[in-house]
């Protein structure tokens, strides 16, 4: 199967399944964003879902994300910052990046928002860590709303909404109670605080329908689409 063919099937497969979440759930299938998570792949499989119409790559590593930019300067998608982010990396990232996905410090969202050097603001999303794993960044919901406060009011920068990783649980409705904790923190966030999020960045390969079904607009597929990583 060359390239292309895989890229279309894995596409169609995909999207076939956002669809059928989104009729699921009363939603049009338009309201959620694909990303291909294309951290640890290769350039040439990339350039082939970017012409099959995928139009949102997420990385999670900056200098093998740079390295994959300028091997193709003029790949029309945005670029995704998923993952935790080190102060001395936020320069590089506002460059680079249309969307961050892992803010959860003060410190970080205010770098970001003044090192891009762009005339439009950058994208950001709070992580929100709702299992408390020390292996992931993120903040606890608890507290995300005096962030999403703070952050609001920089210049150079929008916030969109939230992300969260959580732990796979094993019934999907135990899935979809912690995203639900994601939609109602928006939900809370936006009329009690007027804030004006509208993104929630959550669910992945094994978890998609549960996410979408609580109200999840990008969901995040990196093996569903690329396969296997080295």
């Not at 945005?78 to 803010?103: P, Y």
């Not at 406060?149 to 992300?163: K, P, W, Y």
Request: include cysteine.
């Amino acid at each position: 199967m060359s390239n292309s063919d895989y890229a279309s099937q894995k596409l169609t497969t995909v999207r076939l399944r956002i669809t059928q979440a989104c009729e699921a759930s009363l939603r049009q299938p338009n309201s959620v964003k694909l990303i291909g998570a294309s951290k640890k792949q290769g350039v040439n499989l990339i350039q082939q879902f970017s012409d099959m119409g995928l139009l949102d790559l997420g990385e999670n590593y900056l200098q093998e994300a740079i390295d994959k930019q300028r091997q193709l300067p003029n790949l029309p998608v945005s670029w995704h910052f998923i993952g935790q982010i080190q102060s001395n990396k936020t320069k590089l990232i506002a460059q680079h990046f249309d969307w961050v996905h892992g803010v959860d410090r003060l410190k970080i969202a205010t770098r970001l928002a003044t090192q891009h050097g762009r005339k439009t603001p950058i994208n950001l999303l709070v992580q929100l860590n709702p299992d408390n794993e020390d292996s992931k960044g993120g903040v606890a919901p608890k507290d995300a709303v005096e962030l999403c406060q703070q952050i609001a009011d920089i210049d150079g920068a929008v916030l969109r909404g939230f992300m969260m990783i959580p732990k796979a649980r094993e019934q999907q409705d135990q899935q979809r109670v912690v995203f639900a904790q994601a939609r109602e923190l928006l939900e809370h966030c936006n009329q009690r605080y007027g804030l004006k999020l509208d993104q929630l960045s959550m669910g992945m390969s094994g978890d998609l329908e549960a996410a979408i079904a609580e109200g999840s607009t990008m969901v995040r597929i990196g093996t569903d689409l690329f396969g296997a990583r080295d």
